[in-house]
């Protein structure tokens, strides 16, 4: 994930969290543990190049302000390193935002021994015109280097609260319920219930056939912040198992999977998921391929159960 997908991206354009905070990197003031004036004149002389080089759209001059390894992590948890990548991250921010305005409010700076110095606060971004902004909080740490006090690592943190999983889940919530098809081919049974935390769907299926046991599967749904999507793990009653990764559609969902049988053997599907209306699902599965070899495609549409008398839906 780059800082262009920060996740206040919808409160702002995507680019400003990040930039927005090296630039509340850049002002401190002296707090009441903030032992020595000449620290607060070295951060306000930092302070006063930086807003000048970002107020000017210069990237480059932005970097100087950090050490050659320094670093910036933005409220992501994305890093940047070193230099080269500090322009590079700045130089598309202003190409997107060529007037946008910093306001900061530190709230502490402190000595740590002789060569470090650490400042907190909370940096606000503007864009043109007051048509967007975005605020996190910042924690600074400065190595004294002769006179300046460049930034050695700058961390913000955004002070809205993570989407829980669940609230990354309601996409898919609809699929709570039972459903069920049936066919010449055989019955296909599928229950949907939230896990008791309510971070993850879990599903049943029993699926057979006119001449065949059985066979079941369940299947854990859950949100992966790492790649942004949703994630689904499944267990056969054989002994496989399978990995699935979740794309939204226009219509529905693409699930590309990968499974493991239990002998060994390899396999991978994409399967499609289509609501039809509140109580019918299309799925269609193709390039199926076990050990290799590809197997025909299929598609069935899913009937939500009726519920067993006396039972409320």
Excluded at 59 to 79: H, I, K, P, Q, Y
Excluded at 283 to 290: F, L, P
Excluded at 303 to 309: E, G
């Amino acid at each position: 994930m780059n800082w262009f997908c920060s996740r206040l991206t919808a409160a702002l354009a995507i680019t400003l969290m990040p930039c927005a905070s090296y630039l509340a990197v850049a002002r401190a003031a002296e707090s009441p543990t903030a032992t020595a004036s000449p620290l607060k004149a070295a951060i306000d002389r930092e302070a006063d190049a930086t807003v000048k080089a970002f107020n000017a759209g210069d990237a480059a001059a932005l970097s100087v302000m950090f050490l050659d390894g320094g670093e910036l992590v933005d409220e992501a948890g994305t890093v940047h390193a070193g230099r080269q990548a500090i322009t590079s991250l700045f130089d598309g921010f202003f190409k997107k935002f060529p007037k946008a305005v910093l306001e900061m409010q530190p709230t502490s700076a402190r000595l740590v021994g002789d060569a470090l110095a650490v400042e907190e606060g909370e940096r606000r971004i503007t864009t043109a015109e007051g048509a967007a902004s975005a605020e996190v909080r910042y924690v600074v740490v400065r190595s004294k280097q002769g006179d300046r006090w460049p930034i050695a690592s700058y961390h913000e943190f955004a002070d809205d609260p993570l989407p829980t999983p669940r609230e990354m889940l309601q996409s898919a919530a609809w699929l709570v319920g039972s459903w069920v098809d049936e066919g010449p081919a055989g019955r296909t049974a599928v229950t949907f219930r939230w896990s008791d935390d309510g971070n993850f769907l879990l599903g049943d299926y029993e699926i057979t056939g006119p001449d065949q046991e059985a066979s079941r599967s369940t299947q854990r749904i859950g949100w992966d912040p790492v790649t942004g999507r949703l994630r689904s793990w499944t267990f056969d009653s054989d002994g496989g198992f399978s990995v699935g990764e979740w794309d939204a559609t226009a219509d529905g969902w693409t699930v590309k999977s990968e499974a493991t049988m239990p002998d060994g053997t390899l396999g991978s599907a994409t399967m499609t998921i289509v609501p039809k209306d509140a109580d019918h699902f299309a799925v269609r599965a193709t390039d199926r391929i076990v050990a290799g070899v590809e197997e025909p495609d299929f598609e069935l549409t899913i009937a939500r159960r009726a519920p067993a008398p006396g039972v409320k839906k």
